[in-house]
């Protein structure tokens, strides 16, 4: 492999996340903000290796005895996948030789993000769990495309009936593993449904600031779709490209968001006087920390 295809820094780490080989566990959370990673802290009886670069911010150490890293992303489909490719490399590839190892380990990741929500019933600050992703990103056409989905299919026909255009829809599931912990939560602590990752935060989202954004009718005419009894509960920016590395690479992948924003009623967590986005968050962290206890 050519020194170009898989940068290094001169320390011999990988040049985005300036991680090396034994500093990564297979366990990993991505948190996006990278901020929130000071949130996770805390839960650690020890921290063992941190490091950063540009807005990844990272850790690895210690909960409840078991290794987990804890990877700041930062925002959308780009850094998801210079993070998922560069954790990915460091565990499976050669670095001195820039060559994969004969044996390929399986990595788990789980996204704990913030989300807005579409449902009626649905109140805000809820958790959602991402069963199904969808997305209109481009990652899907660099590398393997995905076999026909019927999700992919039933919303791209759906789409188009309702705004007479089309968009390089993809649908990829919650791996095994993660469905699995999903099928058992401790008492209504989130709900299951697809997630629309949006391309952009503003008018990929429905959002019209000083402009008119071209399906301003977005988030209603998604809330308004069903596929095998699952309803888009949610838009963000990260659980498709996500999901769908983790299946193009053999690993495991999932995806918990706290509902910050309601965008039928037009409100914001931050502004409703409740609990606030920080607990809210610390809760949520606590349960991504103990379901990548679980990982083998």
Partial sequence: MKAS?????????????????GEVSH??????????????????ERVLYRGGNRE????????????VTVVGTGIGADNTEIAVIEIDAVHNIDLSRGSPFPTQKKLYFLRIGT???????TSLGTVVFSEWAVGTDSLPLFYSPLLPSGLTEALSKY??????????????????????????????????GITYSAS????????????????????????SFSYEGYKVQNIEMEAAPLYYLAQVLGHEAG?????????QRGEL?????????????RRLIKLGLDWLCEVP
Avoid at 12 to 21: D, E
Avoid at 163 to 178: C, K, M
Wanted: proline share 9%; net charge positive.
């Fill in 5 to 21: 295809e898989l940068p290094l820094r001169p320390d011999g780490s990988l040049y985005h996340l300036a991680i090396r080989p």
């Fill in 27 to 44: 366990r990993c959370m991505l948190v996006g903000d990278p901020n929130r990673v000071q949130l996770c802290e805390p839960f650690f």
């Fill in 56 to 67: 990844f911010i990272w850790l690895t150490g210690l909960y409840h005895r078991t290794l």
């Fill in 115 to 121: 989300s807005g929500l579409l449902q009626d019933e």
């Fill in 159 to 192: 789409w188009l009936l309702n705004t007479g255009s089309e968009l390089p829809w993809y649908s990829v599931r919650a791996s095994p593993f993660f469905q699995n912990l999903a099928q058992r939560p401790p008492g209504g602590e989130f709900v299951r």
């Fill in 200 to 223: 952009g935060f503003f008018a990929p989202q429905g959002r019209s600031i000083r402009y008119k954004a071209r399906f301003p009718e977005l988030s209603q005419i998604l809330a």
């Fill in 255 to 263: 995806a918990l968001c706290l509902g910050v924003a309601h965008r």
């Fill in 269 to 281: 967590l931050y502004r409703n006087g409740g609990t606030s986005p920080e607990d809210a968050m």
